[in-house]
């Protein structure tokens, strides 16, 4: 069992920037690996970011075409976080977003996903 906590969500201009932390406790936490995703107002859960932390590609991150080259994706092994620092943030990156943690391998699709956090809140006004 692992257990997932959002935090660093908030109100921000369009242009600045948040950094998102995802705090998981449980066992064999260095097994799991963690993506970011995001559901915004009235829409559908999306893939945001995703680093592996197991077997051979261990460090390896992957991101939406969306996101890339203004999210980037790491993790702390010893305080067991993983974060999401967003850059030259836009209107449509409000939404609520959720840190998750699998085993599996596919890391884009939500459905792969084993635990989810709580979710919060990124509300960028332009």
């Known amino acids: 069992q692992v257990q997932l906590v959002e935090s660093g969500g908030g109100l921000v201009q369009a242009g600045g920037s948040l950094r998102l932390s995802c705090a998981a406790s449980g066992r064999a936490f260095s097994s799991y690996n963690m993506g970011w995703f995001r559901q915004p107002p009235g829409k559908e859960r999306e893939f945001v970011a995703a680093i592996r932390w197991s077997g051979g590609n261990s460090g390896n991150t992957y991101y939406a075409d969306s996101v890339k080259g203004r999210f980037t994706i790491s993790r702390d092994n010893a305080e067991n976080t993983v974060y999401l620092r967003m850059n030259s943030l836009k209107a449509e990156d409000t939404a609520g977003y959720y840190c998750?943690?699998?085993?599996?391998?596919?890391?884009?699709?939500?459905?792969?996903?084993?635990?989810w956090g709580q979710g919060t809140q990124v509300t960028v006004s332009s």
């Open positions: 998750a943690a699998t085993t599996k391998s596919l890391l884009t699709s939500s459905w792969q996903y084993s635990y």
